[in-house]
């Protein structure tokens, strides 16, 4: 087997040269994707950067104006949803609110025939796995907002679909019940080794659930990686400015350097490369938060709780950074 076949093999979804523009201009342009069997992949971006086009194209919701969508090999860019192995979850509005869990859970699976002994065995299995056993005489608005999330993954999960679409389906639920929400999506994934394109705007949830993130700006991709990769190389700056914290410096000839908070260290270095003064400390449990002012410049360093002891606000400090990037003046990568 080449190299290339390898990685075909498991290859579940495949986007290419996809373009999908609304009337107005809006939209998406020149979509390259992946999606491995077993994966879970995030589209992470502002509002209005096309994540949601790329998942209703994914599911069959809108037409693509060129390009190719193949999932197990099969283009099926013109079938119909129902026809498409996919299953999708949206925000809320997810369960039908007149029937029970259990008539929710059971109706795709009538329409597909399924005997019913066997519709409630699974629909046993399946609330099972996302901890909701005993709620099938509930409707809807017997739930909590993550409860009835829960049961809507659980639907979807029912028709066995090839790859699973979710759309911000945590993004109603409150900050402590969105990150077990994670936890559990997580854990079910890989239970069921399931294939997951996921979207969000939230880079924390980006970082915590996927195995690849795909930042997107503006209706185009800026990078794919795994979250270390996406994290520790940010191929351009609007990727370094959107995924976790970086200070920003002017550098020579309009470059811009970047530099993340852990990396901008305080230290007694015999030749420093530069020296800032310390405005404020702020201790947040395991590392410290200290704001730096360096000429015209405010600068944020991460400083381990114990190495942070010592500091005094007014006090000049050394720094040298640790790791540094540079974007030209396009946004992009130069060192
Ligand atoms: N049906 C439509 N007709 C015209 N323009 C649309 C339509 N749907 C979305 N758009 C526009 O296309 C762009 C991408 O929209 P999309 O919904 O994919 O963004 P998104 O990344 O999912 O944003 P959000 O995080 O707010 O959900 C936006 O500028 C949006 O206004
Ligand atoms: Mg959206």
Redesign the pocket.
Known sequence: MTEQTAQNANVKLRISNMTKR???G???SDIDLDVREGEIVT?L????????????TIGGF?GVDKGEILIDGKPVQNLPPEKRPTAMVF?SYNLWPHMTIFDNLAFGLQIKKVPKKEIAARIDKMLHLVHMEGHEKKYPTQLSGGQQQRIAIARALLLEPSVLLL??PFSALDAKIRAQMREELKRIQQALKITVVF?T?DQEEAMALSDRIVV?NK?VIEQIGGPTEIYDCPKTRYVASFIGEMNFLPGANGTEIAVRPEDVWLDDAMEPEMSAVIRTIMPLGHYTKVGLEMGEHFLRAYVPKTDAAGLRVNDSVALTFHKKYVYNQNGGLQQ
């Open positions: 609304y009337s107005n809006d939209g998406v589209l971006g502002p509002s209005g950067c096309g994540k949601s086009t790329i998942l209703r809108i925000q759309d911000e979207v705007h997107m209706g």
